[in-house]
């Protein structure tokens, strides 16, 4: 564990005068500020390993886990990568990939991931497969499963890679994340993860039967944050869902304020749910398995170029109404959506964004696609 955070967390036993001003949640150390986001080509260690060693990501985000795990089926749990402009996808699923231990990105053979460095130019050149969908939920590993794998990766990894944070990825309801919690924390206090950790709380799936993202939900977001310690010993923020109205961005500003020493940072922003692409491209007429399932169709969470435009607007207007909340003024704002090359890291920060996060992105391109952004914006962070 890092020095600067073993002073963090010794700092619980000291005394603190009385009239001394509250203790501000920890900041998130990142740099440079680029990092992949909770996804399923963030699965598996392989995963992990290529994500942390590549020199243009300053930190990593797992896949979201749960205490138990997420029971993933092949038939029901698909992504597709497509092209905006045509509808033509690239079919892959993750769940056989990862019951084998390999690398999500590899298992599909149409999103080469050729890692980080001299191949980057390549992540250029590959087809325009940038949006996507997916019906998926979460990890199959546990949370336990990614702290024993940070582990080993703290071993087996170069020492120049330990000052990447590592941004663990959770969900669950209110007591499972306040556990999800207590566990990260042990681990963060222990000599076996030598990498900063952090907390996200995925509050924004669209794709769990019966269970609306809790986000959207202002009762619900503060059950979870009334969950969680005030303030945290390690970074703690919340994956958001993309908001569309001004309501709706009031309302999660007003559940925020009380809980504002609880959170370093938010996510913004996840997913559009109830998309539909048709895995054919859908030039023809409808058929028997556009009825029954088969294949034909996906309907899932949106993520890529076409919800960048969307993900700007909400990154611009949460730093607009935390910049004039005193509460959470002091939040970090990682921002996502549909980010793909130097350009569309400039736009989401010009928006706000203190950290850029990439998905559909790197299932798209591979990892070489961070290095290619660096490259794109000549290093200037």
Not at 64 to 69: A, I, K, M, N, V
Request: hydrophobic share 40%.
């Amino acid at each position: 564990m890092p020095l600067e955070q073993q002073q963090q967390l010794g700092q619980e036993g000291e005394n603190t005068p009385a009239l001394q001003m509250p203790l501000p949640p920890p900041k998130l150390s990142i740099h440079p500020p680029l990092l992949n986001t909770a996804c399923p080509w963030a699965t598996t260690e392989t995963d992990l390993a290529a994500l942390l060693s590549c020199a243009a990501t300053g930190a990593v985000t797992t896949r979201t886990s749960l205490l138990g795990g997420f029971a993933h089926d092949d038939a029901a749990h698909r992504f597709v990568l497509f092209d905006p402009a045509t509808t033509i996808t690239t079919t892959t699923t993750t769940a056989a990939a990862a019951r084998r231990g390999d690398s999500v990105a590899a298992a599909a053979a149409a999103v080469d991931d050729d890692g980080c460095g001299d191949d980057a130019r390549q992540a250029e050149e590959r087809p325009a497969a940038v949006g996507s969908v997916n019906s998926l939920g979460y990890s199959p590993i546990t949370l336990d499963g990614y702290l024993a794998i940070l582990a080993r990766l703290s071993g087996s990894l170069p020492a120049h890679t330990h000052r990447k944070t590592v941004i663990v990825s959770v969900t669950g309801d209110p007591p499972s994340v306040a556990r999800c919690h207590e566990r990260i924390l042990l681990s963060a206090a222990s000599s076996a993860i030598r990498f900063p950790l952090a907390m996200e709380v995925n509050l924004s799936c669209p794709n769990i039967p019966s269970a609306p993202p809790p986000a959207y939900s202002p009762p619900q977001l503060a059950s979870f944050l009334a969950a969680l310690p005030a303030p945290p010993r390690v970074p703690v923020g919340i994956k958001l869902p993309p908001f569309t109205y001004d309501t709706q961005f009031a309302d999660l500003v007003h559940a925020l304020r009380p809980f504002g020493r609880t959170l370093s940072f938010v996510t913004a922003t996840n997913t559009l749910g109830s998309c539909l692409v048709f895995e054919d491209g859908g030039g023809r007429d409808a058929s028997e398995s556009d009825k029954d399932g088969n294949g034909a169709m996906l309907r899932g969470g949106m993520a890529g170029a076409p919800l960048h435009p969307l993900a700007l607007g909400n990154v611009s207007t949460l730093r607009r109404l935390f910049d004039e909340s005193d509460e959470l003024r002091h939040l970090d704002i990682i921002g996502v959506g549909g980010v793909i090359d130097g350009d569309g890291y400039r736009r989401m920060k010009r928006a706000g964004a203190a950290v850029v996060g990439l998905a559909t992105g790197l299932g798209s391109r591979g990892v070489a696609v961070f290095d290619a952004i660096e490259r794109d914006i000549n290093s200037q962070w």
